[in-house]
């Protein structure tokens, strides 16, 4: 048990000792954060999503099942005249807003919602 604790104690003081060495200066940090801000010219907004799509393939063989191309906008009618809005999530009363939903995923852009890979087949959801 004494080993443990002067170990410990020893490499807390090591530690220690050794930060100074390497200072990480609050101006250095300051400087950094002050160029990525103004380095945010190369960003680009998010493109929007067109389409929402679905394809199902066979692992094996690589041939498509089913694919699925519909535009986003027959999907937001949908989750519109859907007769609920929430859709119940288990048995503690959770629920989630298709529209709610779709106005939050059209808002980061394209992107693979869901991808599952099984032995058989392989199903891919996402926004184009």
Known sequence: MKKVIVITVVLLVLLFMTSSLFPAGDRDDYQFIKKAV???????????VKWFKVLVTETKTGKEKVRITMPIALVEIFARCADNKEVKLGRDGSSLNLQKLLTELKKVGPLAIIEVNEEDEKVKVWLE
């Open 38 to 48: 103004q380095d945010t010219s190369e960003v680009e907004p998010a493109k929007e």
